[in-house]
């Protein structure tokens, strides 16, 4: 599955004169955030900027992506940017990367492998991102509370870690997870786990909605409207993104806290290449900063947001 374009239509050339040839291997495209994280990539690696990219959307299957990232070993790319869908699995193919000098900056998500096997990181800190929606909801919640979450991708450094903060910041309050099931970052598959959540509890035993992004949020608005619900009163929800459907349902009440995940790393990650390849070194990890929005501040950002 998948699918591979080259930035001018023709299989990627050696004869470019300048270009930088780079191979971007991106997840698929799950949600809100990642359209704008690929148009970001896309923008930043154009022609214009003397790269020649070669673009690969998985569609989240994790052995598509590792294939992606072979072919362009094997065609010989200059460098090679991975946003890769799960942590594990990598060392094959980042030391294959390796042997054939082709050096790998990764965008986005992490991967458990060492780090001696990549040039550079750059993204988000995702745990940071769920300790601050666990503050809001330990600090909105003092009475006893059920709460359904919505993971995402399995085995994704943004599901794990956003799990983790959120988790320790609610340590001790008495905010009780009574299910968590993954909606793999997109909007059907939020609403198909919150339609499974509210059969199973009813909507009355469930008071707050954590989602691990604004797309599954979404779709979980329309599972609790069509059960009968308010989303936003009856239920709370509480997301990560801050895409912009997703801020126009905090503006409308719809969801009640969001914390940004900044999708706009495709100049940084474009420098990091041109960096690398001549030779300069390099920050190992760059975490580019988020905040966070209630109702009222969605509506003031709304107008100025760019994604
Ligand atoms: O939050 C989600 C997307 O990896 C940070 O992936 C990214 C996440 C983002 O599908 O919407």
Not at 11 to 25: E, K, R, S, W
Not at 32 to 40: D, M
Not at 71 to 97: H, K, R, Y
Not at 262 to 277: H, I, Q, S, T, Y
């Amino acid at each position: 599955s998948g699918d591979t374009e080259s930035s001018d239509g023709a299989a990627p050339a050696d004869g470019g004169g300048d270009m930088i040839t780079v191979g971007f291997a991106q997840t698929g495209s799950e949600s809100g955030w990642r359209s704008a994280n690929t148009e970001s990539m896309k923008t930043a690696f154009s022609e214009d900027n003397g790269f020649d990219l070669v673009f690969n959307a998985a569609d989240n299957d994790p052995a598509a992506q590792i294939q992606a990232v072979r072919s362009f070993i094997n065609q010989g790319v200059d460098a090679i940017v991975i946003a890769p869908i799960v942590e594990d699995g990598w060392d094959d193919v980042l030391q294959e990367a390796s042997d054939a000098g082709i050096p790998v900056i990764l965008e986005d998500r992490t991967v458990s492998a060492s780090d001696d096997l990549y040039a550079s990181w750059v993204g988000l800190d995702f745990q940071l991102e769920g300790q601050k929606a666990g503050e809001w909801a330990a600090e909105t919640f003092t009475e006893p509370t059920n709460m359904v979450v919505l993971e995402g991708t399995t085995g994704s450094a943004p599901a794990n870690d956003r799990a983790t903060g959120f988790d320790m910041a609610i340590e001790g309050t008495p905010i009780e997870k009574i299910d968590s099931q993954t909606g793999d970052f997109t909007r059907d598959g939020g609403k198909t786990v919150m339609e499974s959540f509210l059969q199973k509890y009813g909507a009355d035993e469930i008071d707050l909605v954590y989602a691990h992004n604004d797309d599954m949020a979404l779709g979980a608005i329309e599972a609790i409207e069509a059960a009968g619900a308010v989303p936003g009163e009856d239920i709370m929800i509480v997301s990560i993104d801050a895409v912009h459907d997703g801020m126009q349902a905090l503006a409308d009440g719809k969801i009640n806290y969001i914390v940004e995940c900044n999708p706009l790393l495709g100049d940084k990650a474009a420098e990091l290449v041109k960096a690398v390849l001549a030779g300069d070194s390099v920050e190992k990890r760059t975490i580019v900063e988020d905040q966070a929005f209630d109702q009222e501040a969605a509506i003031e950002a709304l107008p100025n947001r760019s994604y």
